[in-house]
């Protein structure tokens, strides 16, 4: 049985070893260059008055096409295994009734399902971890600097999470098992392919916007409003300024902020302009001469009137924890859904 299901599984086996062969040549060639050219720059940054924020968002640009190609590759790759292995490894076998020849080989069903998923199983979560983890070593040196950038994908946000660590392994024995189940449901091949890339996209949806957020209660932080966190100032007629504020966390760019507000002295939300003299004092516009100095006038009496940034987020230190919780719930599924299959091939199929 296991010589067999091999026999069925190798060619596209063999073509997934070859993707992945190539892409784990290719980022082995360029990763050590790409991680001297970080560390040159940062080496060369640190002493400088003004940091690294200009280093940082100069190399995540001209690394950034290559940086979210193979970002793609991993987040895609757990759907492709749900649609070519998982969909159509039993209605396959249903739709040309082979599956029958082999139960009167005295092999139980049981044990035909069991080899089926093993080995496919197996081979699936192989190749989204080899994936996932040549990817997340190649891409460390543009993770540390894509956070600071403005917009930014920090570690712990929704597009980075899935691709890098250990959760596309969940994700490809999730999608795989969903494949076979609904396979069982329909019997049909491609209504299956459609059902499971529906049903695997909306759950990796929903996973970063309902559940990822309240696996830990997030952080929060309430700080002074300053040149260095601030996104955008203006100055209106009327005797206001309309600030935007960066959504980072303080000293922790791969940080995940879910929220991210200016609050007046009373601690509510302010969704309107802020109301202070622009015709004389601190938040006068700033003459052409001296621009920052006025910003940062401006910016002293706002914090002096008691404004300040509320922030939520996930800190950056919880990486590992929140990818070993959210794998475990994705292995917990897919053996669920391989219940549901044994279930079903004992109990629903003729």
């Given at each position: ?83 070519f292995w998982g969909a159509p490894l039993i209605t ?259």
């Amino acid at each position: 049985m296991i010589w067999l299901t091999w026999r069925q599984l190798r060619a596209a086996v063999a073509m997934m070893a070859a993707t992945l062969a190539a892409l784990v040549a290719l980022l082995a060639l360029t990763g050590q260059g790409l991680a001297d050219d970080f560390s040159t720059g940062v080496a060369g940054c640190v002493t400088q008055s003004d940091g690294c924020a200009n280093f940082f968002q100069d190399f995540f640009h001209d690394n950034q096409a290559p940086f979210l190609a193979v970002t793609a590759v991993v987040l895609v790759l757990p759907a492709l295994i749900g649609l070519f292995w998982g969909a159509p490894l039993i209605t396959r076998e249903l739709e040309a009734g082979t599956h029958r020849l082999v139960w009167n080989q005295s092999v139980t069903r049981t044990r035909w399902l069991a080899v089926k998923l093993g080995l496919t199983g197996l081979a699936a979560m192989t190749a989204a971890g080899l994936g996932s983890l040549a990817v997340t070593w190649w891409s460390g040196p543009i993770d540390k600097a894509s956070g600071g950038n403005t917009p930014g994908f920090p570690r712990m946000g929704p597009l980075l999470f899935g691709a890098r660590g250990i959760t596309p392994i969940g994700y490809a024995a999730f999608a795989l098992a969903l494949g076979v189940a609904l396979g069982m449901l329909v019997h049909r091949t491609l209504p299956a392919m459609t059902i499971t890339l529906v049903v695997f996209v909306a759950v990796q949806i929903a996973m970063p916007l309902l559940v990822r957020p309240h696996l830990l209660p997030p952080a929060r932080s309430v700080i002074e409003i300053t040149t260095s966190n601030i996104d955008d100032i203006n100055w209106l007629r009327g005797g206001s300024i309309r600030l935007s504020v960066k959504a980072q966390a303080p000293d922790d760019t791969g940080a995940w902020v879910l929220s991210s507000h200016i609050v007046d002295a009373s601690g509510h939300t302010v969704t309107r302009n802020i109301p202070v003299s622009t015709s004389t004092g601190p938040c006068a516009p700033p003459t052409e001469q001296k621009p920052e100095a006025g910003v940062q006038a401006c910016l002293t009496e706002v914090n002096r009137l008691g404004y300040r940034q509320r922030l939520a987020y996930q800190p950056s230190t919880r990486f590992w924890t929140f990818q070993s919780i959210e794998t475990g719930i994705y292995i917990a599924f897919a053996l669920g859904l391989a219940g549901f299959g044994f279930w079903s091939i004992r109990r629903r199929l003729p």
